[in-house]
């Protein structure tokens, strides 16, 4: 099974509407992260968070909400969806300042219409 | 500021070709690592290497190498003998240790397509 699961997989949803993507992992680390992937443009952190009560903005924040329910869990919402949200979504994880790796989920197509 | 350029933005080589491709980045930070990701069609981020600041021996994985050099701040990545399965994009990465976050900052990718 996979360390870091992400769901849905792909998503079209319309403008305006309020979208869930759910970020699991297995792994037992601490930190998540998440980001987004536009053409040209590389991944971009959108938030992450260091344990459920520590919660930080990345560079591109805006129009985007996150939630950690868990140590396990990490759940990005985009309360009303435009379609410059179009984008690929990565959640990942890394266990602290003992390993620097980052490991990735599969991703999670979005397509606001 | 932290910031990893990927200049080419599109390369494309007939198979067992050489190619490189190459990675600049700034940071002010004495304490950092690099890495390369590789994205292929599917999608999914593939871990390919981590190179810390401290360390400018250069590697080798079967036909990849790769090229740390501090004093240009480039870490360049070559494919020997490309293969089609090479086809893919890929990522240069910083990661900053001194603000503790662990937040990488990607480079804006090289499309690599290797043609039969």
């Known amino acids: 099974d996979a360390d870091v699961t992400q769901t849905p997989r792909n998503r079209i949803t319309k403008t305006g509407k309020r979208i869930m993507l759910e970020c699991s992992q297995t792994k037992g680390h601490d930190r998540m992260y998440w980001y987004r992937q536009d053409p040209g443009l590389g991944l971009r952190l959108i938030y992450y968070s260091f344990d459920v009560k520590d919660i930080n903005k990345g560079e591109i924040s805006d129009g985007y909400s996150v939630s950690r329910q868990a140590q396990a869990k990490f759940s990005l919402s985009l309360e009303s969806a435009i379609p410059n949200q179009t984008a690929l979504y990565f959640c990942?994880?890394?266990?602290?300042?003992?390993?620097?790796?980052?490991?990735f989920g599969p991703g999670t197509r979005l397509t606001v219409t | 500021a932290q910031k990893v350029t990927q200049a080419q933005t599109e390369i494309s080589v007939v198979e067992k070709e050489d190619v490189t491709l190459d990675c600049v980045y700034e940071?002010?930070?004495?304490?950092?690592?690099l890495f390369w990701y590789k994205q292929p069609p599917s999608g999914e981020l593939v871990f390919l290497i981590r190179?810390?600041?401290?360390?400018?021996q250069n590697e080798i994985s079967g036909r990849y190498s790769w090229n740390f050099q501090k004093s240009t701040s480039s870490f360049n990545f070559t494919i020997t003998a490309s293969q089609v399965v090479d086809s893919a994009v890929y990522f240069c990465?910083?990661?900053?240790?001194?603000?503790?976050?662990?937040?990488?900052?990607f480079g804006q990718g090289t499309t690599l397509q290797v043609k039969p």
């Open positions: 990942a994880t890394r266990a602290g300042t003992s390993e620097y790796e980052q490991y």
């Open positions: 940071t002010r930070d004495t304490t950092y690592y």
């Open positions: 990465a910083l990661s900053e240790e001194a603000s503790n976050t662990g937040k990488l900052i």
């Open positions: 190179r810390n600041s401290f360390d400018e």
